[in-house]
T-cell receptor, first 108, second 114 residues
Framework: QKEVEQNSGPLSVPEGAIASLNCTYSDRGSQSFFWYRQYSGKSPELIMFIYSNGDKEDGRFTAQLNKASQYVSLLIRDSQPSDSATYLCAVSGFKTIFGAGTRLFVKA | DAMVIQNPRYQVTQFGKPVTLSCSQTLNHNVMYWYQQKSSQAPKLLFHYYDKDFNNEADTPDNFQSRRPNTSFCFLDIRSPGLGDAAMYLC?????????????FGPGTRLTVT
C-alpha cells in the first residue's frame, strides 16, 4: 500500500463544473495536508493546506479533511481551462510524503 | 520578490560525467530539500538540510551528494550520472522542519543524460 494514494486520472470536467480530487493516506499520525498544482514541465505550486478536520475555503478552492477516514480532498468550483494540471497531495507527519498526482483536464 | 531559484533550468550531461545543480533562496528559510521527479511520478525526496544538519534518505544512492555552504545556497552533485538519473530535480524550502510548514519549490532543473 502506498503511503499517499491518488487516482492518476485524467479527470475530465466541463468548464464551470466542480472538480473533485481525492487523496488517501496511510499514516494516522499525519498532521498537515497540502495540495500542490503542477503544470506540465513545471514545478509544484502550493495551493492550499489544511490541518484540522472539516472544510477550508480559499476562493474557488475548498480543501476537506477527514482524519478518521484518512482522507483529504480538493474541490475546485467554476473550473477553468487554466486549472488543467496535475494536482499533488502531500501529507506531513514525521516527514512529507507526496502522492503521484491526479491529472485534471477542464474542457472549454 | 522572495523566491527559490534553480540553475541551470536545463542540463545535459554525458553518462558518467559529474554534474552539479544549484539552488538559492531569498526566503531565509531554515530547511532546504532536494527532490527527484520522473514523469507521472511523485517527487522523491533525496535529502534535506535543516540549517547545516544534513539528512539523507535511506534509499538515496551514494551517487548523489549535497552541499549547503550557507543559508541561501544548496547544491546537488551527481558524481557519475546514469541514464536512470534523467529526471526533473526540484529544490524546495520551508521556514522550519515541523510538519506544519509548507514547502516552496523552485522552477526545477531538467537533467538529460546522454
Amino acid at each position: 500500500q502506498k503511503e499517499v494514494e491518488q487516482n492518476s486520472g485524467p479527470l475530465s470536467v466541463p468548464e464551470g463544473a466542480i472538480a473533485s480530487l481525492n487523496c488517501t493516506y496511510s499514516d494516522r499520525g499525519s498532521q498537515s495536508f497540502f495540495w500542490y498544482r503542477q503544470y506540465s514541465g513545471k514545478s509544484p505550486e502550493l495551493i492550499m493546506f489544511i490541518y484540522s478536520n472539516g472544510d477550508k475555503e480559499d476562493g474557488r478552492f475548498t480543501a476537506q479533511l477527514n482524519k478518521a477516514s484518512q482522507y483529504v480532498s480538493l474541490l475546485i468550483r467554476d473550473s477553468q481551462p487554466s486549472d488543467s494540471a496535475t494536482y499533488l497531495c502531500a501529507v506531513s507527519g514525521f516527514k512529507t510524503i507526496f502522492g503521484a498526482g491526479t491529472r485534471l483536464f477542464v474542457k472549454a | 520578490d522572495a523566491m527559490v531559484i534553480q540553475n541551470p533550468r536545463y542540463q545535459v550531461t554525458q553518462f558518467g560525467k559529474p554534474v552539479t545543480l544549484s539552488c538559492s533562496q531569498t526566503l531565509n528559510h531554515n530547511v532546504m530539500y532536494w527532490y527527484q521527479q520522473k514523469s507521472s511520478q511523485a517527487p522523491k525526496l533525496l535529502f534535506h538540510y535543516y540549517d547545516k544538519d544534513f539528512n539523507n534518505e535511506a534509499d538515496t544512492p551514494d551517487n548523489f551528494q549535497s552541499r549547503r555552504p550557507n543559508t541561501s545556497f544548496c547544491f546537488l552533485d551527481i558524481r557519475s550520472p546514469g541514464l536512470g538519473d534523467a529526471a526533473m530535480y526540484l529544490c524546495a524550502t520551508s521556514r522550519d522542519g515541523g510538519a506544519t510548514y509548507e514547502q516552496y519549490f523552485g522552477p526545477g532543473t531538467r537533467l538529460t543524460v546522454t
